[in-house]
């Protein structure tokens, strides 16, 4: 079993819809939690940072992570087409800098 | 452009050959890092450095691979006669250690495809 669980979609939503995307992990040690949004044969792309629990906004987007539950959520507001790619979960132990497990990647479809 | 810089972007290579991949770095970050994207996956670390020193290896980083960065500065990632299980995009990524737990928010290039045939 990975230690992180993201399903890959393809998920497909049509423009100004609000996008949930979503993983699992198994290991409680996590403190750090990123998403990343990555398109057709670039380079990830950080769009959002967070430590430990808790929500953080920035825009159209915002991150949530629950502990507890093991489970971390991405949500996108009024979707544009220009956010299809694919958006990859991200996580890190405390002090283990910059070694960071990702999720398989959740391709997101954006329909005008 | 400030951001990390890769070359070559694509590479084909005949299986058994050597290929060898360069990383420019943010000019500000001392930390430098690889990792391995195939096709429908998430990347994978391979390798990190701190200034010159290499401080830690993945078990994905066979005897082939080895990865250098002299002066602590750009990076280079070298695969020795390649297979064709090499095939994937290789990215390389820094950060600086800033303020705490900052130092987990890397920043990638572009990366650069290898097709081994």
């Known amino acids: 079993q990975k230690e992180v669980e993201q399903d890959p979609g393809p998920l497909s939503v049509p423009e100004g819809a609000i996008v949930s995307l979503n993983c699992t992990y198994s290991n409680s040690a996590f403190q750090y939690f990123m998403w990343y949004r990555q398109y057709s044969r670039k380079g990830p792309e950080l769009l959002m940072y967070?430590?430990?629990?808790g929500n953080k906004e920035d825009g159209r987007f915002t991150a949530q992570v629950d502990k507890s539950s093991k489970y971390i959520s991405l949500f996108i507001r009024d979707s544009q087409p220009s956010d299809s790619a694919t958006y990859l979960c991200a996580m890190n132990r405390l002090g283990n800098t910059g070694k960071l497990i990702f999720g398989q990647g959740t391709t997101l479809q954006v329909k005008p | 452009d400030t951001g990390v810089s890769q070359n070559p972007r694509h590479k084909i290579t005949k299986r058994g050959q050597n290929v060898t991949f360069r990383c420019d770095p943010i000019s500000e970050h001392n930390r430098l890092y690889w990792y391995r994207q195939t096709l429908g996956q998430g990347p994978e670390f391979l390798t990190y450095f701190q200034n010159e020193a290499q401080l830690e290896k993945s078990r994905l980083l066979s005897d082939r691979f080895s990865a250098e960065r002299p002066k602590g500065s750009f990076s280079t990632l070298e695969i020795q006669r390649t297979e064709q299980g090499d095939s994937a995009m290789y990215l390389c990524?820094?950060?600086?250690?800033?303020?705490?737990?900052?130092?987990?928010?890397?920043?990638f290039g572009e990366g650069s495809w290898l097709t081994v045939v």
């Open positions: 967070t430590y430990s629990s």
């Open positions: 990524a820094s950060s600086s250690p800033g303020r705490q737990g900052t130092g987990n928010t890397i920043y």
